[in-house]
C-alpha cells in the first residue's frame, strides 16, 4: 500500500494534491518530534503504590478522620470535600504531559519525606494537630519528588500545594480572615441595596433595612463571610490558568482576582437576601433558600473572572506587541537601503 506522500506525487498532481501533501508532511514530522516514553505501570509498580498509599493512610489516619468530621459537622468547611476532587482535575488535564515523562528520582525528595516523617511523629506525640496536617502535604510532596523527580514536580506541585485549603486555618487565623470579609460584605450590600430602592444603614457586620415605619436587622454572620465563595473562586483561577497557556503574570494576575470577585459576589449574595427578606418575608433569607442563593453566585463570579481573563489578553495584545511593522515580502518588495525614484 502507498504512503500518504506517495500518493500525491508525479506530474499530474494538482495545487490542491500539493497543499494537501505538506499537511501529511507536517502531521508526520510533528508526530517525529513528539516526545515518546517507554515507561508503564508494572505489576511491581502498582504494589509498591498500594503499599505506599496503605502506609501513608496509616500514618495519617487520625489527621484523615479529623478533617472529614470537620468538613461533615462544620458547615464553614464543608468544601473540603471538593478541594481533594479539584485537585485530581489538575493532575488529569496534565495527565498526557505526565505519562510522556521519564521518572527520574530525587534524592532531595527521599531527604524532605524523611524530614516530614520525623515531624508528623514530634507533631503527633505533642498534639499539635494543625502541623501534623500540614505534614501530609509534605510528606506526599517528599514522595513525588522521591518517586517521580523534577521534571514531574513542575507540574504536580500545584496540585499539592493546593491540598492546603482542605485545611482548616486555626480559630484565630480564621477570625482575623472572616472579621474584615464580614465588613467588606456587608458595607458593599448596604450600598446595593440602597441602589435597589431599599433604604438600608450598616452597623458593623449588621444591616439595617427600612420598611415603611419599620426596622428589620439582617446580620452577616461569619458563614456569610464569603470565605467558601474565596476558596471556590480561587480554586476557578488556578484551574483556569493552569489549562491555559499563558504567561506566569497572568496566571497570578488571575488569581489574585479571584478575591475582589469573591467579595463583590458575595455582597450581591448579601443584597440579594436582604431584597427577599423585604418583599417576601424573613424565611427567604435563611435556610435552604440562602445556601442556594450562594451557589447561583456562581454564575456571576465565573462571568466577572471570565471578563478579567479576556481584559487580560486585551492589555497584553496592546502592551506587549511590537509597533514596529514586518518587512514587505514578495513581488514588489524593496531590498533594505534602497529609494524609489518617481
Known sequence: ?????????????????????????????????????????????????????????????????????????????????????????????RWKTLKSLEPRPSLAGLLILCLAVFGQVIFSIYGQLQFSELSMIAVLLGLMLWTLGWQHMKILWLPAIYLIFMIPPPGTLYVKITGPLQVISAAIGVSMLNLFG??????ATQINMQVGTHWHSLNVAQACSGIRLLTTFFALAILLGYTTNRPMWQKITLAVCALPVAIVSNSLRVALSGVMFVTLGREWARGSTHASLGLLMLIPAGLMQLGIAKLIDVVSQNLFVSDAEPPPSGRGAQPAGSTVTP
Not at 431599599?198 to 452597623?203: C, M, Y
Open 1 to 93: 500500500m502507498a504512503s500518504p506522500s506517495e500518493n500525491f506525487s508525479g506530474p499530474a498532481a494538482g495545487a490542491g494534491d500539493v497543499a494537501m501533501k505538506r499537511r501529511f508532511d507536517y502531521v508526520a514530522a510533528l508526530r517525529q518530534q513528539m516526545p515518546e516514553s517507554n515507561f508503564r505501570f508494572s505489576n511491581a509498580m502498582i504494589i509498591a503504590m498500594a503499599v505506599v498509599a496503605l502506609g501513608y493512610y496509616l500514618l495519617f489516619k487520625i489527621q484523615i478522620m479529623e478533617l472529614i468530621s470537620v468538613w461533615s459537622k462544620n458547615p464553614n468547611f464543608s468544601d473540603g470535600f471538593l478541594i481533594p476532587l479539584i485537585a485530581l482535575a489538575f493532575v488529569f488535564v
Open 198 to 203: 431599599i433604604h438600608a444603614v450598616r452597623t
